[in-house]
């Protein structure tokens, strides 16, 4: 994608070492990308939530997967495994996954 817009923009593009950018390759300012979010998340139906708490939840999901803690870490991108575990992970109860297995079960496929 990043290719097609560099072509488009032509002389008015701006290189750099970013992943994500503008259309003219500049860095995406955090509104920008948060109003973007926003609208991606309303054009698919799933409630409005910040940014930052799709990372909370993709540790979440990741501890309830029983990934291994410093691959959670790492994915994460963060420099102490303290950090992931104590600020972002919510791990479940046994309660909570039973809970969860019926509800993937109803969904089509269990939790192990």
């Known amino acids: 994608m990043q290719q097609e817009a560099r072509e488009s923009a032509g002389e008015k593009w701006q290189d750099s070492d970013l992943v994500f950018t503008t259309r003219n390759g500049t860095p995406v300012e955090p ?7 926003e609208r ?4 698919a139906g799933v409630p409005r939530i910040r940014v930052h708490d799709t990372r909370r939840t993709c540790a979440s999901l990741l501890a309830a997967l029983d990934v291994h803690p410093r691959v959670a870490m790492r ?3 963060h420099s102490q495994i303290s950090v992931t575990m104590n600020v972002y992970t919510q791990v479940p109860a046994p309660e909570t996954r039973r809970a969860l297995n019926r509800l993937n079960q109803s969904l089509g496929e269990p939790l192990s």
């Open 31 to 37: 509104r920008n990308f948060n109003r973007s979010f």
């Open 40 to 43: 991606y998340c309303e054009k």
């Open 75 to 77: 994915i994460l991108r």
